[in-house]
């Protein structure tokens, strides 16, 4: 398990974000996305109806983007196509990716209001292997990890794999 702290990222709401921030929130979904990988961007109308779900419940959501040529205004107008509210915090450096052991994406890290790693890994099990899927998930990993958290009971399963687009120099 990691855990992350010390970190501030430039996000597209127009101000910082910071692992002084996760105190703000029962727990605090990084959601490492690229706005190039397909699987990326298939999930983004479950991510938009999970952060719906569990956003006023108390659950905060970010959306990091990492790799040394991103841009805020690109992934301020993917956040916008792609209709997610959360912000998106732009990581040129890939240090919390590195700090909270994400290597693809898709892959979420939940972090409690301390900053301890809680969950890390798949969305949900509809990818089953490079160019393998199924046509709907059966196991939704991520509402299963914030449904125990939310009942203050253990996650059954805290770490799963991440499959999709390697994070840049991660893979």
Sequence with gaps: MHAASGWELPGTDGRAHSSRDLGQ???????????????????????HRIETEYGPRGIAFLAVFSGP???L???????????LAMPGLVDTTDSLARQTGARA????VVLSPGGAELYRGRIDNQYVAWGKTR????????????DSILASKPIAEPVTKALGCGINGLD
């Design 105 to 108: 994406t898709p892959e979420v």
């Design 73 to 83: 205004e690109t992934v301020r107008q993917h956040l916008i196509e792609y209709s």
């Design 69 to 71: 040529g991103t841009k």
């Design 25 to 47: 929130a029962k727990a605090t979904v990084l959601i490492f996305m690229a706005t190039d990988c397909p699987i990326s961007n298939r999930y983004a109308p479950l991510l």
């Design 135 to 146: 046509n709907e998930a059966t196991v939704s990993d991520l509402q299963n990890a914030l």
